[in-house]
């Protein structure tokens, strides 16, 4: 069964100051080196278009980034970046959930999964 949990979205800058995003982003890739918690944790840039994607082992790992990571950071990164289309996809629990609404994010359950094991 697959227990990981990932999200992306699209995210809108709200500064027109590149060179400060992409300070602000070099400093949470630093951050999230630090941390224990995710796989993975990438954006992708496209003119004035963002996308973060990020890859959790599991619902906790992920709770954990969400209470001890996010919310730490949310009102700055909130600063830099408008939310669109947030969405996370894998198992977690309701309180979660209800984390995830106010950020204005939608969570998708797994429903079917084939998993190509390359070890």
């Known amino acids: 069964m697959v227990q990981a949990v990932s999200f992306s979205a699209r995210l809108i800058p709200k500064i027109d100051d590149a060179g ?27 003119g004035d278009e ?14 954990q980034e969400l209470e001890n990571g996010f919310e730490t950071i949310a009102d700055i990164f909130l600063q830099n970046f408008a939310i669109v289309d947030g969405r996370v996809f ?17 969570h998708y359950s797994l429903v079917k999964s084939s998993f190509l094991d390359l070890s």
């Not at 963002?50 to 709770?63: D, L, P, Q, V, W």
């Not at 977690?92 to 106010?102: N, Q």
């Open 20 to 46: 400060a995003l992409n300070r602000f982003l070099d400093d949470l890739i630093n951050r999230q080196k630090g941390s224990k918690n995710s796989n993975v944790y990438e954006f992708f840039g496209n």
């Open 50 to 63: 963002y996308y973060i994607y990020g890859r959790f082992e599991n619902a906790k790992s992920f709770k």
């Open 90 to 106: 894998g198992s977690v629990d309701d309180s979660t959930k209800r984390l995830l609404v106010e950020f204005g994010v939608t």
